[in-house]
């Protein structure tokens, strides 16, 4: 049985994560109207990845015998000013994510809850792959620039990390 502040805390987890997913599929349709197929279809991909870390916590919550809560999700953002912009808050949000599972981490030592601590390392396995999967993409875009044809091989190489995932 969880805490209350346990249960609170990974309620507030389920609705960031289905945020997450919102955010990423609205980036999507950003790109796809600016002809990014390879951005869209890795953004399209992201936000079912984090519809799954949702349902992941969702289905925790409720083996535990308390309630998942869904809760508002506010809007996300429609417009960005590139393809870096749109990137750099990707990393931006993923590192705020990876903040949070640190939180309940620490939340989750502190009570001695060994069953969420043991839940909450798949997370954080996850947040170090993603981090790690958005610096490489922040990095091609910095060395291949977004002038002239740029953006088309921008394009392309985020394709190919989507097409990998
Ligand atoms: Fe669910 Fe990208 O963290």
């Not at 609170?8 to 289905?18: C, H, Y």
């Not at 925790?60 to 912009?85: C, D, H, R």
Request: hydrophobic content about 40%.
């Amino acid at each position: 049985m969880l805490s209350k502040a346990m249960v609170d805390s990974l309620n507030k987890q389920i609705q960031l994560e289905s945020y997450s997913s919102n955010l990423y599929l609205q980036m999507s349709a950003w790109a796809e109207i600016k002809g990014l197929e390879g951005c869209a279809a890795f953004l399209r991909a992201q936000a079912q990845d984090e519809l799954a870390h949702m349902h992941r916590l969702f289905k925790y919550v409720y083996e535990t015998g308390a309630l998942p809560v869904l809760g508002t999700i506010k809007a996300p953002p429609t417009e960005y000013g590139s393809v870096s912009e749109l990137f750099q808050k990707v990393s931006d949000h993923e590192q705020l994510i990876t903040g949070k599972i640190n939180g309940l981490m620490t939340l989750a030592l502190g009570e001695k809850d060994h069953s969420t601590v043991n839940f909450l390392q798949w997370y954080v396995a996850e947040q170090h792959e993603e981090e790690h999967t958005m610096q490489k993409i922040l990095d091609k875009i910095r060395n291949i620039g977004e002038t002239g044809s740029g953006v088309y091989f921008i394009d392309r190489a985020i394709g190919m990390i989507a097409g990998g995932k």
